[in-house]
């Protein structure tokens, strides 16, 4: 079992940046691949970004790419996620994931555990 807790949200002005952070519970975190997803009222969530378990790959929803970066720190069993040259379309609750196998992957029933989210407002 593995929880997990985002936080760092908040509002901010387009082109600003905010870090997101993630902990998570449990042992075995290093073992699971991690994943942030997104999900805007009345849109479907959506993948923005995932690592493997080493945090040697990762992978970007083009939407984000050269603006949102990745990264995790095995030994505080947190995932992060730097968020730069914010736009008002990036407003969203955004969702941390767990994946058991250690190769992320990039739908939502891909993925075993959820954290409860945390809200990024992006005004114009």
């Known amino acids: 079992q593995v929880q997990l807790v985002e936080s760092g949200g908040g509002l901010v002005q387009a082109g600003g940046s905010l870090r997101l952070s993630c902990a998570a519970s449990?042992?075995?975190?290093?073992?699971?691949?991690m994943g942030w997803f997104r999900q805007a009222p009345g849109k479907e969530r959506e993948f923005v970004s995932a690592?493997?378990?080493?945090?040697?790959?990762?992978y970007y929803a083009d939407s984000v790419k050269g603006r949102f970066t990745i990264s995790r720190d095995n030994a505080k069993n947190t995932v992060y996620l730097q968020m730069n040259s914010l736009k008002p379309e990036d407003t969203a609750v955004y969702y941390c994931?767990?994946?058991?196998?250690?190769?992320?992957?990039?739908?939502?029933?891909?993925?075993?555990?959820w954290g409860q989210g945390t809200q990024v407002t992006v005004s114009s």
């Open positions: 449990g042992r075995t975190f290093s073992s699971y691949a």
């Open positions: 690592i493997n378990w080493s945090g040697g790959n990762t």
């Open positions: 994931a767990a994946r058991g196998s250690g190769w992320y992957g990039t739908k939502p029933p891909e993925y075993d555990y």
